[in-house]
């Protein structure tokens, strides 16, 4: 196996961690709205949606795409975990509504997961 085969394969494993732990997060989200009612309770089963919504769209890029090194995968993963991981980034942890220990670990595993797939991508000669 190429070294570019181990980090894509490395870097799909990335980002299926990181869309698992956010498939939990939007459980989460979830269930914070059973407690509410009317719109706040509407408002958060469609923030559960949405955050299901990416969390698969990655694991199923990373599965299907970013293990075989695909271009395409690559900067889909790039994009929509790198957009969710900057609003959550921008929104949640720079007002410091969680610790910061807490608010980086999930964009520390797509972070990784975006340089090992990076790393994995055919260099142009020069």
Do not use: E
């Amino acid at each position: 196996m190429t070294a570019s085969a181990i980090f894509a394969r490395l870097g799909a494993f990335c980002y299926a961690i990181w869309g698992v732990f956010h498939c939990k997060v939007a459980w989460d989200i979830f269930a914070l709205g059973h407690d509410q009612a009317g719109l706040a309770q509407g408002r958060l089963y469609q923030l559960a949606a949405y955050m299901l919504t990416i969390a698969l769209f990655v694991l199923v890029v990373a599965i299907r795409r970013n293990w075989r090194n695909d271009r395409i995968g690559y900067l889909l993963n790039l994009g929509v975990a790198g957009w969710a991981d900057g609003i959550w980034l921008l929104v949640v942890v720079a007002p410091g509504y969680v610790s910061p220990l807490r608010g980086l670990l999930p964009p520390a595993i797509f972070l990784l997961g975006a340089v090992l797939t990076t790393l994995a991508r055919p260099r142009s000669a020069s």
